[in-house]
């Protein structure tokens, strides 16, 4: 069940957009202050924001600009009576995915919010790629063994990377070096068999397999 958070102010229009919301399924949490609204989109794990613009203590624009700033990219429709030009591009230029000018159909702001929940589940996939229980989330830069977070360095993580897009494949030394390090990084160093080490320690050595004469391969 998608959790969704409501920062309205005013409890009626707060009220029947959670009604509406929990008749199509969904679950909610109730903002009426801005304030309330940047530490619940914070904290809480939210799956979409609905955030209004006119909030008190802390409007609209400033909720979106602190949460984008701190690296929140939780879907955000701005829904607001303001329907000016000027107001719906600052909002979109902000960093809002849509907006709802006030007064509104819970249709059409249900449609909505189908629309970029589906896009955020899709964006999240095509931020992982994975091989058997292996995967990286690319965006979050976390390397996991089945739910299990191991701790990479970047040039291991870089490598796995390398690896995890090509599995079953030989990767050689060079083409290590060139993805990871760059060109021009001497080809006598041994620094890639240093970090395969470290890196097979951190996954199991099994995973990544040494093909003599001719580089590595993650079967």
């Known amino acids: 069940m998608s959790r969704i958070l409501v920062a309205e102010d005013d409890p009626h229009v707060a009220s029947f957009i959670r009604k509406g919301l929990h008749a199509a399924g969904y679950s909610t949490e109730h903002a009426a202050d801005g304030e309330t609204a940047l530490f619940l989109a914070r904290a809480a794990g939210f799956d979409l924001i609905i955030l209004d613009i006119g909030l008190p203590l802390m409007d609209g624009f400033e909720v979106l600009a602190q949460i984008r700033g701190e690296g929140v990219l939780t879907p955000v429709i701005v829904l607001t009576a303001r329907d000016s030009v000027p107001d719906t591009v600052a909002g979109l230029e902000g960093g809002a995915n849509d907006y709802v000018t006030k007064p509104f159909h ?21 931020n992982v790629i994975g091989h058997k229980d292996l ?6 830069h976390r390397a996991r063994i089945g739910g299990d977070v191991i701790d990479l360095t970047s040039r291991e993580f870089a490598i796995l990377e390398v690896f995890l897009r090509h599995p079953d494949r030989v990767i050689s030394r060079e083409q290590l070096l060139n993805q990871v390090w760059g060109y021009g990084f001497d ?16 996954i199991g050595p099994q995973r990544i397999e040494t093909i003599r004469g001719a580089g590595y391969r993650l079967p």
Request: hydrophobic share 45%.
């Open 106 to 126: 819970v249709a059409e702001l249900l449609a909505r919010i189908r629309l970029r929940l589906t896009e955020g589940v899709a964006e999240a996939s095509a």
């Open 135 to 140: 995967s990286l989330d690319l965006h979050s």
């Open 187 to 202: 080809p006598g160093s041994n620094v890639v068999d240093v970090y395969v080490r470290a890196l097979r320690k951190k």
